[in-house]
């Protein structure tokens, strides 16, 4: 009789056990703020050596500072051409940052400092066809996001890196 009573005693601590170390886990860990990283390709470009944009490329840099006017940015990544930082100029002078350059030859140490760095943080990053979505892949751990169209400007990626649980991208058009 005393064995029938002890097993699900013992049982009912266990599963209590757990449900609290789990509960503890999620508001220790889960409440930690989501890293949120916003990932465009530069807009419409001029033709030539060092192009520059074109007037519907300004519109469209200027639409992305209009879109993200209300976001609490920490830091603007652009790398190094004309076009990226000129695409990201408009925003970060709205939100009082600095166009901080990165190396596009090296996203996947880049996506490394940037998920250390910027934890709970959100950043803009604008790249190219090809790295905006590398970089996407690069954050989330994944290889669903190809390379854009030479002719496609419109792609906005927003990966969001919670404490626990795996990373989401995000597709949207602007």
């Known amino acids: 009789m005393n064995r029938t009573f002890f097993i699900p005693l013992l049982l009912f601590f266990f599963l209590f056990s757990c449900n609290t170390l789990r509960k503890t886990t999620i508001e220790e860990l889960g409440q930690e703020e989501v890293a949120t990283f916003i990932l465009v390709r ?83 990053i604008v790249g190219h066809s090809n790295t905006t979505p590398a970089m996407a892949n690069f954050l989330a751990n994944t290889d669903e996001n190809p390379r854009f169209s030479e002719l496609d400007y419109t792609n906005l990626y927003v990966v969001t890196i919670p404490r626990i649980g795996k990373a989401r991208v995000l597709k949207l058009r602007y």
């Open 42 to 124: 530069h807009a419409e470009k001029e033709y030539g050596a060092k192009p520059g944009l074109t007037e519907t490329g300004h519109e469209r840099a200027d639409r992305l500072s209009f879109i993200l006017k209300n976001t609490d940015l920490d830091a603007v990544y652009s790398t190094p051409t004309k076009r990226t930082r000129l695409t990201a100029a408009p925003t970060a002078e709205a939100h009082g940052l600095p166009v901080i350059p990165y190396d596009a030859t090296l996203l996947k140490e880049f996506s490394q400092d940037l998920k250390r760095l910027y934890k709970g943080k959100t950043v803009l």
